[in-house]
């Protein structure tokens, strides 16, 4: 099976699984386990921030960072197709009682001056806003770089108004891949940052968020709420070690099998890339073709080949380290041979 579906789906890599077999563990609830210590102190490192946290997924990094920078009745703007408007199952309003103002952007970008413009001004009817959440890369964009100049701007607005930037980076690694920028630069410009391990990076479990000591004291308390406090997570953090120091660098690869493919499907007649691919995502809409992205499924499926459907006529591939040179090429071929029925 090619599965092409989401990053997610990579497995372990030997290297991550004797880690794991080795890591020295303690009760991380006591903040006794070293393994998880050596990985938030890593991660905070990496990212340019004071402290750290090991979180069991994306989207608990994510809530955990609404429900610490957030009161209940805030406001929290963000981007109409983000993560965390679109596929954390309504957290934000059903934990945090947070009430999203949703802005439409450009390949994932809001614009500044709509950012400006959405922030309350102090009045009795209104409610504070809390939070602005950036997401780079932006997935529903098809892995959208956010413009560095975007994030410098949509930082100052926050600052002149003491209003904190969470940046959902599931996939930053893959940003800073593809920009030249460290992962820092793009962390600087926010207050707190979520990244996954467990998608190009390739560990089984985990995300980590990261920001000042104080945030990520008060984030602890609400990861423990949430039922996030890990006991021997050590042998889960092991492979996240891993995967932040042997995983990041062959996410080059990952771009270079994305573009390869849209490149050759973009040649086929009826298909059309839907995104500028700046890193691992390919947005193929078949329409034209005379399928309906369900029906070009079925097909591929047939042919021991897996994306996600993505909308009534569009498909999501994504690459990973499962997924070899030649596995891109069977797959080319295998979507030049679907016939086109209009
Ligand atoms: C995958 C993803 C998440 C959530 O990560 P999970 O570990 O699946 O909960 C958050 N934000 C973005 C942009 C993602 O792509």
Redesign the pocket.
Known sequence: MIDLRSD?VTKPTEAMRQAAYDAEVGDDVYEEDPTIHQLEHKAAELLGKEDALFVT???QG?QIAVLTHCNRGDEAIMEANS?IFMYEAASVSALAGVQPRTLNGTRGAMDPSDVAAAIRPHDIHFPETGLICL?NTH?RAGGALLPIENMKTIYQIASEHHIPIHL?G??LFNASISSGFPVQKYAELTDTVQV?L??GLGAPVG?VIAGSEAFIARARKWRKRLGGGLRQAGVLAAPGLVALTDMVNRLAEDQKHAEILARELGKIDGVEIENEVETNIVLVNVKNLGYTSEQFLTMLKENDILAAPFGPHTVRFVTHYGISRMNINSVIEHVAAVPQTQ
Request: proline share 0%; hydrophobic share 5%.
């Open positions: 997610t997924s994306g989207t994510n993560h997401e997935n959902d599931a996939r996954c467990s998608k995300s």
